[in-house]
């Protein structure tokens, strides 16, 4: 039997492929959902240049502290850790704790919602039920962590194919590529768009990325190029299908709800909707893409919180107490009867003010010599880096003005 050789370069790309299809789970949670969908529906394909724009921001980040992990082994709060005084360090941790908590009330209250939407459970019971689930999936990752890998891209082809099999119910896109010109309309607009940003631009997962590549560090100039280049392979392929994800949530939101009048103000509004006016297997496409999401970005969120403490603290707590204490915001929102898809939204902008802290650091870390060698980051990446956290920060800055103001 004749054996099949693998070139060196395909084998040392399948090495490293699977962290940016972890950290692609984040960019299509719940948050997604019901900031896409809500920009679709009230505005049409108004703000379909910001996923293009935040999904293209988020390949340059992501890229950014894979490489970070790669060229040092170590992760961005270790780094933050060493290099940064301990106040510094401190308040870092607290609004990245602060982040995970507003990241699971997004995966928490999504899941809970697609659980109520496909079997009728009670969105309390039904967010409890999430916990053990999502427990189970990240079992796997500290000792098989191929396997929970395998788990995770398993799930995001379930969102791919639900929002794939929507999209194609609709027909002809007419009038989508207007979408692309920059603009707003209004202080609700500007809103939608800040939440699209943080539910693109995930500032958990920025800490993640580089803790899930220090395992493909190397010392040598060829290997960490090899490392590297594999990374991106893997950036652009998983990012590049979350980005495919986000436009068509939004798409099929303009698609179905601007111009037809339905009820739309919730996701079981949309989740009905889309049973009428695109028949009941989009309604269950939506549904079960919504459960896989949030199921997946659940233990995701949680393996990040992981990461954040003991790298900022050098303190490690038990999976399960983790659990218990970022997952109590959500079922307080839930047990109160907060509007669930007001709560995602403003989970979204919550995660968006939290971007410029965990993007400063990277960028400044990756700059320095001391840190990264010669792979330090030239002066156009560093540049484009602090231009992109300046206009997260203005885009904050802006929607807190306006909202108190108008």
Request: charged share 10%.
């Amino acid at each position: 039997m004749v054996g099949i050789t693998v070139p060196a370069r395909v084998r040392s790309v399948a090495v490293v492929m699977g962290p940016a299809f972890v950290v692609a789970v984040a960019y299509v949670d719940p948050g997604n959902f019901a900031t896409n969908m809500a920009g679709g529906a009230t505005h049409g394909y108004l703000l379909l240049w910001v996923i293009v724009s935040a999904s293209l921001l988020a390949m340059f980040v992501q890229y950014q502290s894979a490489k970070l992990g790669i060229v040092t082994g170590r992760n961005l709060p270790e780094l933050c850790r060493e290099h940064y005084p301990r106040p510094v360090t401190k308040m870092l941790w607290v609004q990245a704790e602060l982040v995970a908590m507003a990241t699971d009330l997004a995966e928490f209250v999504g899941a809970a919602v697609a659980l109520n939407l496909l079997f009728g459970v009670p969105l309390l019971p039904a967010a409890l039920i999430t916990a053990v689930v999502s427990f189970g999936i990240l079992a796997l990752a500290p000792l098989r962590r191929r396997r929970f890998e395998s788990v995770i891209i398993g799930m995001l082809a379930i969102v791919l194919g639900g929002f794939l099999y929507q999209t194609l119910h609709l027909g002809p896109l007419t009038g989508a590529a207007a979408g692309l010109v920059p603009g707003f309309a209004g202080v609700d607009s500007v809103l939608l768009a800040t939440g699209m940003l943080g539910a693109t631009v995930m500032p958990h997962v920025i800490y993640l990325h580089s803790a899930l590549t220090q395992r493909h560090h190397s010392t040598t100039p060829g290997g960490r190029r090899s490392a590297l280049r594999a990374s991106r392979t893997d950036i652009v392929v998983a990012l590049g299908i979350a980005g495919m994800v986000n436009v068509s949530m939004l798409v099929v939101a303009a698609g179905a709800f601007h111009q037809a009048g339905a009820p739309r103000e919730s996701l079981e509004d949309m989740h009905s909707g889309l049973g009428q006016l695109l028949g009941p297997g989009a309604a269950l496409a939506f549904a079960l893409a919504l459960l896989a999401s949030g199921l997946a970005a659940s233990s995701v969120g949680t393996y990040s919180g992981q990461v954040i403490m003991e790298g900022f603290l050098r303190r490690r707590i038990p999976l399960w107490l983790r659990r218990a204490v970022t997952m109590a915001p959500a079922l307080a929102v839930l047990g109160i009867g907060v509007d669930p898809t007001k709560a995602l939204v403003l989970s979204q902008v919550v995660l968006s003010f939290g971007i410029p802290f965990a993007l400063i650091p990277l960028v400044l870390l990756a700059r320095r010599a001391d840190v990264m060698g010669g792979a330090a980051n030239r002066r156009g990446v560093t540049v484009a880096g602090a231009m992109a956290a300046l206009v997260i920060s203005a885009l904050n800055l802006f929607l807190i003005v306006r909202t108190v103001t108008g």
